[in-house]
Each structure stands twice: as structure tokens, then as C-alpha cells.
């Protein structure tokens, strides 16, 4: 839907009589006051308020978020531009794909194109400045008559994204009003800040698993191919108080040199804004690397990521930091001192939300306006980039045979790769060929190879610097898809077009899609069969084979706002799964068995389980955790016969308070549990002697273990520094003894060879079972979404 005016006088546009009333005064209070959040709707409605009143403002709803509220984005030019939308939408498609497009072509659109730039706000919904300053900065677009102002809206189109994360506006909102004066003022609420991902919402960018990324990508990005993509965010308080890039090493092979290099130009010119500006404290080529393509979807599509990371406030608090709270070090750079990549350091003060936009205004601006100064230069090399991406010869293709253990997670690869634009032809055999013979072939590339991460170490023999994010993206190894890199081009003719799902009665053990067929024959009442050797499922009764009951699933939720309990959530929600969300009192309470069949403990450290928020730093009704009541309470349970599943650090809950008989022989860590990430600055993580951050390490699989029901004998399984084992209790999964890295970045490898990364563990008559990896890795690990399946049902 387009939310438009309805300017029918084109001449001088005199519908527009009232100026745009300023956000301050739409809002009722200054812009980024003190102790002041914006809801939503109010966000929208400003932005709304903004297109009755200019020509240089377009505002569309895009579609609905997770929780249904509008995501909408804004485009801003000049009227005569917007007049001309389709043209310019034209221009950046044909520049966009060379194979249609002849360089003197090219250079006749480039003269007339626009630098398209998008800028994204607030993707992580507690870093709430950009929202605000998105309103600010759009105002003074469309109102102040500067030659500056001028330039941008004369060379640039503006897409802008008032929020990635429009539920976690409100979400968030809704928290910090809760606990406004009281102790919990400003700290972060004590649920996910999107409904199932939380802070993983930009690590989403290649899987593409929520309503959000999937509008953003479609409409957006595969539509505008954005020159420029400026996503906004916040970071830490005790460091710089502006990060932009040049990026930290490592940098993800298959990106062009050429947006490298532009990035780091971009990068600079505002660092040179800011500091011109009188702006202290900001930092270049710190921090944050360029590795994983979870984040950068438009950085394989021919666009720049541009990212600020601002020093955070306490939501909309003020915050006061003496010298010696400002961190002595961070990666990259020592915010206490001065260097070439921060030459001016801020050294303490108070901080608050106004000066986070104040810092973003100067930044915006500084980008469009270099988008504006550069704008020939960069669409001639967004064409070339496509160029030098279509002309890729190594490897020519990759092909995905026609015949497939598993014919859904194969479907949901080639799908997820045309999603990002990756053509897909039809081999003679009836195989998907992926020729690099295309626009975006570097995207297909970094998604079917395999990943070699360098040793970064902090020094030689010292350990492992912290990546940004995960090391590892191989598809074909999360998903179990036998994908070949082939030298030579492959002949295609047409369209690869996926083979029905199976229909049934009989339902491949092997194939995800016969989990979702299951889950709809139980939904309609019917009974299930399995077949006790293989695993396979019937819809008909047949000899020999056990009827399946409908497990009754439990999925414990922590108020610590666990992630990997959201993602867990989605999958369940996706293969048709039913469940239902347990908290602290209720598995306290006792008499489980009565109730459930299976209950599942997302990945969290087991002291975070056990005691949960800590009394006085929250709400009393958010602090505690299991408690000594709760551990009873599985034991009971699992001696019962339930099943209790335990995923990734969580397991250690299991040894440590359940009394499995392991013992862990990797340093022990805490598990993800809360709604961020790793960052801060720290510049290590892990030990010497042992790392795995987001890495596939194989293992061997007893495939005789009904938990393997599906799942082939030699397999790569999701390591985010998990668990591994010695122990005398049935193991499902062993790491190999040697070779254990198949992708990604693994330090130690020693230690974990030939140990436990499956238990299932007896208790009484029911079974503990241990995941020394994360099954359901941010929906991608449909391999091992079978074992993660098969102890659900596990009876
Ligand atoms: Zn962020």
C-alpha cells in the first residue's frame, strides 16, 4: 500500500499549504529528550504527517512485522525525481546485470542515475537513537534550503528504514517506561526484542527466516540494488563514541576490492565530518570485522555496508563515565589514547541519547553528501563490480544433483538462493546448475564453499582475537545437500523447478519436509507409524512398524531473554511442531510428567539457569532461575520416562545439577543466553588451547541410535565453543580423530578429537540428552534438525 499524498497540482505542488511541523513539536518534547521514548505508531504517524506536507516524500508500507505491526520505508529526493521513480528504479536494474547492459550503455545511465542510498534504523531495538534521529534528519531534509541540502536531494534517492525492528520499538518502549524511576531504569527488558530472534536479527541476512529481512531484502534491496546501505546501531558505553568503517581484517574473499576500498573512502570522509564537526572520540578500523555474510547481505550485491556503532546511553537515561571507566583497550584501537584510527579521544563525561543523535545527524549527512559528490564514480563501479562478478571463472558452476537424501533441505536451498537473487538453471539430468556466470555469483559462491578462517591470533602463540561474529556459512553442510564445484561451465536450459514434497503414506526419515507432513497429519488427528530400523514414517499402519504418539513438548524460557529459546520457538512454529513456553515456576511446580513428554533447555550457562537474573538487578518477578526445586523437579520428571533436551551450554546444567556422568574436557563457557552478542570491545575470547566461534567441526554418527534416525554416518555439526565429552554413556556423535575442522576456524582441535558431542544420557526410565553443538542453528542446520527432532519424539 502506497501511504501517500494525493498531489493531483504537479506544477508547484501548492496542495502542500502547511509547513511540516517539527518532530519536536509532533512529539510534544525536544528530539532524543532525557527520560523520553517514541512508540511506533508514533513514529509512523510522523512520517505519515511528513508526505501530506512535501513533494519530496514518499512513505510505503512494505508489509507486517512478526507481531503485525507496519514496516514502512520512506524515499526521499527531489519532487522531480520522485516523479520518476520507475525511471530511476529502471536504471539502477539495467546497471545492475551486464549481460544486458553494454558498457556505452552503461555510461549513458550512469550519467543519468541517482545514488541510491538506504539507511536502516534501529535493527536492535534497545539502540533506540536512530529511530528518533530518522525523524529528524528526514525533517531537515525536506525544509532546510541549503546548497548542501540541495546536492543530496538532487543526486540522491533516499531510502530510509525509520525502524528494522518495529516490534522491538515498542517492545523496548513499553519495558523503559515500566521501570522508569525505579532501580531498573534503563536496563533491557526481560524478553526477546524481537519475537523470536532477538539481537540475531542481523544475523539473518542470508537465511532470510524473518518477516523483516525477507520485506527488507524483496522489496528493497532486490528491487533498488542500493549503491549505499547505512545501517545504524549502538555499542558499548566505555569506548569511542562513534565507530565507521574501514573494517577490521578479516574481510570475506568473495567481497570486491573495489567496495572495499570505497567503503574505506565512505568510512573516512565521515570520521573527517565528525571530527571538522568538533565531535571527539571516533573510531575507524576498530572492532568490527567483515567475515560473515549474516550481516552483509548488500556488500555481495554490488553496495557498500556503511555501519556506525554509537556509544549506547542507558536507553533514554544519561550516563556519566569517569576517565577511568573508559576501557583501556579494544580491538583495534586503545580508547584512551591517541592513534592514527582515533585521533581524538573523549575521555569521559556524561553521555545521553541527544548526543547519540547529534553524532548520527552529522554522520547521515556526511554520507549522503559524499554519496552526492561521488555519485558517477560510484554507479560506474557498481556496474563494474557486476562486471568483474559476471566474468568470475573459478569455479565455473556448482551443481546440486537431481537425487538427494534429502529433498526439502535441498529445496530450501535453492530456494534461499534465488531469494538473494542467485539464478538457478536446469541441468540435462534434472540437477540445479549455478553458473558464475552471473551478477551475483560471489553471494552463491560464499554460501556453498566452504570456509578456510585465518589463525588470528592476538600474538604468535597467544590466543585466539575475538571475530565479530560466526566463522562458518557453508550451506551445503548445515542443510546436508550434496552440492559439486565444477572447473568448467555447466549447460542449463531454463528454470531449475523444485519436485513436489512428498505426499505420503510413507515419510523418509531423511527428508525435513516429512517433519512438517507428520506435524499435519497429528494436527488432523491421524496416527503415525515408524519403521524401527530406519526411522521412516507411515501414515498407514504397516507390519512390524510402532505407532509415533504426538510428543507433548515443553520449552523452558528464562528471563534472561535467551535467543537461542526464540530460535528453538521459530523452528518448533515452522515444522508445525505444538509446544508450550515454561517458565521458572511452572517446571518448579512439579509433576511434569503429567504434562509433557519432552522439555527443552535452550543453550545457557548453567549457573544462568540455576539462578537467572540476580535479585536487585531486575524486577523480583524476573530474577532467580530453576533453583534447586526446579532441578528436582526434571530429575522426577526424566525418571518418569520424559526426555529432557539440553542444548549446547546448557548440557553442563545436566552434568553439573542433574548428575549426568560426563566430564567436559573443553574450557567451560557461559552459553549465549541474554539478547546480545559478544561484543564490547573485548579483544579475546576462548583459550589458547581451545576455540570454536560459530565453526562445523565433523563428527562420526551411531546411526544404530534412534536419535539418528535420517542422518548419515559422517556429518558437520554447529560448534559455537561447545561442550565435548568423555564419558561411558551411549554417544550419538563423536568428533573425528583428526580432520575435525570442515569449516570456519577451529583452535585445538586436539582436545576435542574423538570425544562426545551426542550423550544420551539414562535416567530412571526416561533420557537426559546432551547437544554439545546448537542443533538449530539460526535456522540453517537442517542436517541436524533431524537429531534435534528425533529427541523430541524420542519415547
Ligand atoms: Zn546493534
Not at 442 to 468: C, F, I, M, S
Amino acid at each position: 500500500m502506497m501511504i501517500r499524498s494525493t498531489c493531483l497540482l504537479l506544477a508547484a505542488c501548492s496542495v502542500f499549504a502547511a509547513a511540516p511541523p517539527t518532530p519536536a513539536s509532533y512529539l510534544g518534547h525536544p528530539v532524543g529528550a532525557d527520560r523520553e521514548v517514541v512508540d511506533w505508531d508514533k513514529v509512523v504517524g510522523y512520517f505519515q504527517l511528513l508526505t501530506k506536507s512535501s513533494d519530496r516524500i514518499r512513505v510505503e508500507e512494505l508489509g507486517k512485522t512478526a507481531d503485525g505491526r507496519p514496516f514502512i520505508a520512506a524515499t526521499i529526493a527531489e519532487a522531480a525525481t520522485l516523479k520518476n521513480l520507475d525511471r530511476y528504479r529502471d536504471i539502477q536494474q539495467r546497471l545492475a546485470d551486464p549481460r544486458r547492459t553494454d558498457p556505452s550503455t552503461a555510461e549513458e545511465l550512469i550519467g543519468q542515475g541517482k545514488t541510491v542510498v538506504l539507511i536502516t534504523c534501529s535493527i536492535h531495538a534497545t539502540e533506540i537513537a536512530s529511530t528518533h534521529t530518522s525523524m529528524e534528519y528526514a525533517y531537515k531534509l525536506l525544509t532546510e534550503d541549503s546548497p548542501h541540502n540541495r546536492a543530496i536531494l538532487k543526486d540522491v534517492i533516499l531510502i530510509l528504514v525509520p525502524s528494522l525492528n518495529p516490534d522491538g520499538v515498542d517492545i523496548v518502549a513499553r519495558w523503559y517506561r515500566k521501570t522508569l524511576g525505579t532501580p531498573y531504569e534503563g536496563s533491557n527488558p526481560p524478553e526477546l526484542y524481537h519475537k523470536y530472534v532477538g539481537h540475531d536479527n542481523n544475523r539473518d541476512w542470508y537465511i532470510f527466516s524473518q518477516p523483516e529481512t525477507r520485506l527488507t531484502v524483496s522489496k528493497l534491496h532486490n528491487v533498488w540494488h542500493p549503491e549505499i546501505t547505512y545501517d545504524v546501531h549502538q555499542m558499548g558505553a566505555n569506548g569511542a563514541r562513534l565507530f565507521v568503517p574501514p573494517w577490521l581484517d578479516p574481510t570475506e574473499p568473495n567481497i570486491d576490492a573495489i567496495l572495499m576500498q570505497e567503503m574505506n573512502m565512505m568510512g573516512t570522509a565521515m570520521a573527517s565530518d565528525l571530527t571538522a564537526a568538533g565531535k571527539t572520540g571516533v573510531a575507524i578500523h576498530g572492532v568490527y570485522d567483515f567475515w560473515t555474510p549474516s550481516r552483509h547481505f548488500m556488500a555481495f550485491h554490488g553496495g557498500l555496508r556503511m555501519l556506525t556503532e554509537s556509544a549506547s546511553a542507558r536507553i533514554a537515561t544519561p550516563i556519566t563515565l569517569t576517565a577511568d571507566q573508559i576501557a583501556p583497550n579494544a580491538l583495534g584501537y586503545n580508547p584512551r589514547e591517541r592513534s592514527w584510527n582515533y585521533l581524538e579521544p573523549w575521555l569521559g563525561g556524561t553521555w545521553r541519547l541527544r548526543d547519540i543523535i547529534d553524532y548520527q545527524l552529522i554522520a547521515w549527512d556526511s554520507c549522503l553528501y559524499n554519496a552526492s559528490l561521488h555519485r558517477t564514480e560510484l554507479l560506474r563501479n557498481f556496474y563494474r563490480v557486476a562486471q568483474r562478478q559476471t566474468a568470475r571463472t573459478d569455479p565455473g558452476a556448482f551443481v546440486i544433483s537431481a537425487v538427494q537424501r534429502d529433498p526439502g533441505a535441498t529445496r530450501k536451498l535453492i530456494e534461499t538462493l534465488r531469494f538473494g537473487q542467485v539464478e538457478v538453471g536446469r541441468g540435462a539430468d534434472g540437477s540445479a546448475v549455478i553458473s558464475m556466470h552471473q551478477p551475483y555469483s560471489g553471494w552463491a559462491k560464499t554460501l556453498l564453499e566452504v570456509q578456510h578462517y585465518p589463525n588470528d591470533l592476538l600474538y604468535p602463540g597467544g590466543p585466539p582475537k575475538r571475530p565479530y561474529d560466526v566463522t562458518a556459512n557453508t550451506l551445503p553442510l548445515l542443510m546436508g545437500v550434496d552440492v559439486k564445484t565444477v572447473k568448467d561451465s555447466v549447460a542449463a536450459s531454463g528454470q531449475w523447478q523444485a519436485p513436489p514434497p512428498a505426499a505420503g503414506p510413507l515419510l523418509k526419515a531423511a527428508d525435513t519436509d516429512s517433519w512438517m507432513a507428520v506435524n499435519r497429519a497429528w494436527d488432523e488427528g491421524r496416527r503415525v507409524w515408524r519403521d524401527p530400523s530406519s526411522g521412516d514414517f507411515s501414515l498407514a499402519e504397516r507390519g512390524g512398524w510402532k505407532e509415533q504418539k504426538r510428543p507433548r513438548i515443553a520449552l523452558y524460557q528464562a528471563w534472561t531473554a535467551n535467543m537461542d529459546e526464540g530460535w528453538t520457538r521459530w523452528l518448533l512454529e515452522q515444522f508445525h511442531f505444538r509446544y508450550t513456553t515454561v517458565h521458572n515456576a511452572d517446571l518448579q511446580a512439579g509433576g511434569l510428567r503429567q504434562k509433557f513428554d519432552s522439555i527443552v533447555i535452550p543453550d545457557q550457562a548453567a549457573n544462568s539457569i540455576e539462578n537467572g537474573h540476580r535479585a536487585g538487578t531486575m524486577p523480583p518477578e524476573y530474577t532467580g532461575g530453576l533453583g534447586t526445586k526446579g532441578a528436582e523437579a526434571l530429575k522426577e520428571f526424566a525418571g518418569a520416562g520424559g526426555t529432557l533436551i539440553f542444548l549446547n551450554g546448557a548440557s553442563e546444567y545436566a552434568i553439573s545439577r542433574l548428575g549426568v556422568q560426563a566430564k567436559t574436557v573443553t574450557p567451560t563457557r557461559g552459553g549465549r543466553g541474554g539478547d546480545t552478542d559478544f561484543t564490547g570491545g573485548d579483544r579475546t575470547a576462548g583459550s589458547a588451547e581451545f576455540y570454536s566461534p560459530g565453526s562445523l567441526l565433523n563428527v562420526r554418527i551411531d546411526t544404530s541410535s534412534p536419535l539418528a534416525y535420517g542422518v548419515p554416518a559422517d556429518i558437520a555439526i554447529w560448534s559455537e565453543q561447545s561442550p565435548a565429552w568423555d564419558t561411558q554413556l551411549p554417544v550419538v556423535a563423536r568428533y573425528t580423530p583428526d580432520h575435525v575442522l570442515a569449516s570456519g576456524w577451529l583452535v585445538g582441535e586436539k582436545i576435542i578429537a574423538n570425544r562426545a558431542a551426542l550423550i544420551d544420557a539414562p535416567i530412571g526410565s526416561g533420557h537426559a540428552i546432551l547437544f554439545g553443538m546448537r542443533p538449530q542453528y539460526r535456522a540453517q542446520s537442517y542436517l541436524t534438525f533431524k537429531l534435534f527432532f528425533n529427541a523430541l519424539v524420542y519415547q
